[in-house]
């Protein structure tokens, strides 16, 4: 073996294979607005508008241990009356900000609405997060795991899992072309060679 200091001092340059120097993975807490609308929009319970992501980005961005009740406490508090009629129980935490982001698929039921939309934001933080992980250990490909939620893997899912994807084009999220993305759980392997 080449004692690589050595080498640096006697040939006044650097080995040709020296490792670069290692630095940590840093942890993406925040994502770019289109990836958060993406994943907001494909629940069909959010607007996804830019006051939307505002509101969302606020109530629950930036915290790793973000709760359903996080994105519904945020703002001013429906009173007694207004809970009431609009059937959920009277102690919810549910303000008037919360409910402006959502659909009337998202209405129909905010507490649910909530645990959705905040698994889909947390979620797509910590698929960038794996995968850019992974990308940092030097992975260049992956294998596409087809989704194996109640609705079955969709036909891009399927196309996606054919052959290794580079890591860079890894799905991280529901497909834009999937016919359920509410149940379009894309996950992905590293591919070590
Ligand atoms: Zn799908």
Known sequence: MIRRDL???????EAPDAPRPWAPYELVTFLPDEEVRAALVQTGLCHGRDEDLAFVKAAIGGTAFAK?????????????????AMNVRPTAMLTAEYLAILTPAGL???????QTLTSAYLGQIAVTNS?????HA??????VIPNNMAAGACAA???????PVPIA???????PECPHPEQCV???RSILI
Do not use: M
């Not at 359903?68 to 009431?84: N, P, Y």
């Not at 084009?169 to 497909?175: I, N, V």
């Open 7 to 13: 080498f640096n001092l006697f040939s006044g340059r």
């Open 68 to 84: 359903s009740i996080d994105l519904r406490r945020h703002g001013t508090q429906l009173d007694k009356a207004t809970l009431k």
């Open 108 to 114: 129909a039921d905010p507490l649910e609405a909530a």
């Open 131 to 135: 995968l850019g992980r992974a990308e």
């Open 138 to 143: 030097g992975v260049e490909f992956v294998e």
């Open 157 to 163: 899912c399927l196309k996606l899992a054919e052959k």
């Open 169 to 175: 084009e890894a799905p991280k999220g529901p497909l």
């Open 186 to 188: 894309i996950r992905s």
